[in-house]
């Protein structure tokens, strides 16, 4: 398992206003001190708290994970080395862990691939977290502003085709840059998944405890949502095996 662990001192990615500093900084070195000292439930405890007052980054979330793993609390580990993973879809560090995580589950489903176009698409947004995207969007659209000069300025005809086509190119490809930024905010915020929490746990047909039984699934396990009601999911597994589960058996990601 790798084990790079991420000290978190970038007060804007964790979103910690400056009169909530000394405390967070005091919680955050004291979670990465036990965690290398090999003590994890302290870790637990102080990264769970940053969790429950709002902080939020990648890291947050992949240390937390990382310490839970440790301490053999395997479904929670997924859940938190997923939500690393929708916050920065390309943490090497945060798909191998979760790779390694999934390895210790009982349930061993295999998926019905999805098309090939949406595969790719996923692939394509998920390169660069929105942020980033949003980041190369403006660069296009200031190398537009130097093609639009340059067509306005420039003296020969060779020199106007030249900064159209810098226009032209840019306008686009910062168009398909707001498509792919767009995208993957919206993966990054919709909840479409969850993991299964308790050890093991009853799929039924219905949304009501009386229903016939379908199969069992055990904790770790990623499913989707397609819907719910009061007090129940309807889930769906890659395999195309669906039914319904009380909603406190899992956690969303």
Known sequence: M????????????????????????????KANKAYENGTFEVAVESYSQLLADGYVSKDLHFNYANCLFKSNELALSILHYEKALKLDPSSEDAAYNLKLANNKTVDKIEAIPDLFIYRWWRTIYNIFPADDWAKILIGF??????????????????????????????????????????SQKNYATTTTHAIILDSTVDILSAPSSGSSQLFVLHEGTKVKIKDQTEGWLEISLPNGNQGWIVIKSVAKI
Do not use: M, P, R
């Open 2 to 29: 790798k084990k790079a662990l991420f000290y978190l001192f970038s007060f804007l990615s964790l979103g910690i206003h400056a009169n909530e500093q000394d405390t967070s900084l005091e919680l955050i070195n």
């Open 141 to 182: 659209f200031i190398l537009g502003l130097v093609g639009l000069s340059i067509f306005k300025l420039a003296k020969t005809i060779k020199l106007k085709k030249f900064g159209f086509t810098v226009l032209s190119g840019s306008l686009i490809l910062a168009l398909i840059c707001w498509v792919l930024a767009a």
